[in-house]
């Protein structure tokens, strides 16, 4: 907003209040959600918020950098097994093993992700495919089993609440995963508003013109594909500890085809998409299975191909259209019409306020 203009208002408060009044309104929603649904619900909505983690990890290095990953489920699955292994042989509590997930995905991932860095379009695609489909491979390795149990795969304990609270397990994990995501979503917002997330666009936008404005492409390709690998672990690790289990054979490449589905569908260079992209996945394949027992891999593409047609942008793209319009009935036609060429733009270029 230029210096010396009026903030528009809509009803006394400012868009930025009414802003921090949805997130509020939303987070209580999260909060009081456990409370209002059966336990199995809960668990699926777990998994959504564990789904969403992971989807923004693959956002932030395809949404917002713009390289094309196919192989975060390999990813997803060194988090799962490292918190596996940390809880079932060295007894560690499974609520430190999220971060050291995270770490452990940070380091694969940089490393990966220097290589292939200087790959580009269907080049990296094809290398991020290659990660995917050889992690499942290697966990099977005999020399390995006795950490990754080999196909037998690994049970994990499920925690009990802490501290006596008067919940369940099934909503202390709900919990558990709420908090972790928060964090996470607060991070990513905050990385891709300073100086890095406007080199991170840059080098999606126009390469070239980044490296001659001196932008280390190439540091900064492999950091964001760290900091993705990061998100993905974490997403991995929670699932072991919700799900109780982990086998080589329960993460295959179609895992990864699924993040890359969320993100598209909940909306690229969105944060907010991922929580929609959560919602898809794991919904969207019961209402199939609900329409069509026969086929509902049938019903399920038939609603994939209409998200694309009739939500080209995403859920995201779709929700911010649809508040920009909104704004030009709400603050007038001078001001909305501001706002809401501000809004589209961020539509467009995925901005960290999205």
Known sequence: MAPGTVAPRIGGLTLSAWRKIGLAALLGGAILLPFLVSDYRTFQFTLVLIWAIGILGLNLVTGFSGQISLGHGAFYAIGAYTAAILTDQWQVPYYLTPPVAGVVCLVVGFLFGYPAGRLAGHYLALATFALAVAVPQILKYDPLEPWTGGVQGIFVV?????????????QWLYFFSL???????VAAWNLLRGRSGRAIRAIRDQQIAAKAMGVDTTLYKSLIFGVSALY?????????????????DSFTFLDSIRFFIGMVVGGLGSIAGALYGGIFIVFIPNVAEEISKAAPGVIYGVILIGFMYLLPLGVAGFVRTGLARLMRRLIGP?????????????????????
């Open 232 to 248: 993905t672990g974490i997403a991995g690790s929670l699932s072991a500890i919700v799900i109780q289990f982990v086998a080589p």
């Open 158 to 170: 499920r925690p009990d609440p802490p501290f006596g609270l008067p919940i369940n397990t099934d």
């Open 179 to 185: 908090a972790i995501a928060v964090i996470l979503f």
């Open 334 to 354: 001078a001001a909305g019409r501001d706002k809401a060429s501000e809004l589209e733009r961020k539509q467009v270029v995925g901005g960290p306020a999205s």
